[in-house]
DNA sequence: TGACACTCTTACGTAAAAGTCAAATAATCG
DNA sequence: CGATTATTTGACTTTTACGTAAGAGTGTCA
């Protein structure tokens, strides 16, 4: 496990670029410690990354990623705050769960479409 | 089942506005019937619609909705046409899997966000 | 017949999420 | 050390997916 990683290889590593990771820094996705100017990211910082591009890949906005990832911070001491973040938490998962099953019915229309198309390939054999 | 529905109600149906219904039948992503200038939406059309809306809590964009949508159509008689739809569709399902098991993994971290809010709660309980 | 709800087209506006470019430093390698 | 490469900030631009507003037509109920 490296110590500190350069933006550049961040980007290569994602397949992102360099204006991309400090966009997430000025929206507070990420906090990169600074050898002078520079910006130096630790593992928690790429482990952060990761996160954020999952949350994107599943449709969530900076904004919902940030309140995503704020909730995996440490529990406040607070007893209301406390219970806000299971409330949140709860409603992420029954989105979640939504979503899970939109792609288990896109799935099964996918699979349909391929066997329509092996179908049609295969009397298109028969036929010629 | 209905032969048409207007577009204020599907509108009212999916928590979307008009604006939106006339803009994805710009984007050729639907195609009402007319009467006059009236748009008539048909039941395919509506199903077409809550496909859209599937895809864009997925996180799809309208070009690659429009694409899925596309592969849902008749598959045309050429052997090539039809290759290529059997390749897009796996490229789709593949990440449509990705998605899935990123879904799992959020899960799986929001119910830890949960249990270590809930130990907390228990420990203020039993201090206080 | 007039009020009201609904619909249409056209056009400009906007928020989110970066992309792109400039000019200035900083770091590294031969 | 000098050349090259990487990084910084800042500003402007772009794309997507609609929102919003104007101005006009259509339907229907009292």
Same mark, same amino acid.
């Given at each position: 496990?490296?110590?500190?990683?350069?933006?550049?290889?961040?980007?290569?590593?994602?397949?992102?670029?360099? @204006?991309?990771? !400090?966009?997430? *820094? /000025?929206?507070?996705?990420?906090?990169?410690? !600074?050898? $002078?100017?520079?910006?130096?990211? @630790?593992?928690? /910082?790429?482990? #952060?990354?990761? %996160?954020?591009?999952? $949350?994107? &890949? #599943?449709?969530?906005?900076?904004?919902?990623? !940030? *309140?995503?990832? =704020?909730?995996?911070?440490?529990?406040? $001491? *607070?007893?209301? %705050?406390? @219970?806000?973040?299971?409330?949140?938490?709860?409603?992420? &998962?029954?989105?979640?769960? =939504?979503?899970?099953?939109?792609?288990? /019915?896109?799935?099964?229309?996918?699979? =349909?479409? *391929?066997?329509?198309?092996? $179908? !049609? #390939?295969?009397?298109?054999?028969?036929?010629?």
């Amino acid at each position: 496990m490296r110590d500190y990683y350069t933006i550049t290889e961040l980007t290569r590593e994602f397949g992102i670029s360099t @204006r991309t990771l !400090r966009f997430y *820094e /000025d929206e507070g996705l990420i906090h990169p410690v !600074r050898r $002078g100017r520079t910006r130096l990211f @630790r593992p928690a /910082d790429r482990l #952060l990354v990761k %996160q954020i591009l999952r $949350g994107k &890949r #599943l449709g969530f906005s900076i904004a919902e990623i !940030r *309140e995503i990832i =704020q909730m995996y911070k440490a529990p406040p $001491g *607070e007893v209301g %705050q406390l @219970r806000t973040i299971i409330a949140k938490a709860a409603e992420r &998962r029954e989105e979640l769960r =939504q979503k899970r099953k939109d792609i288990e /019915d896109t799935l099964a229309e996918l699979e =349909q479409v *391929e066997e329509a198309c092996l $179908g !049609r #390939l295969a009397e298109l054999r028969v036929t010629s």
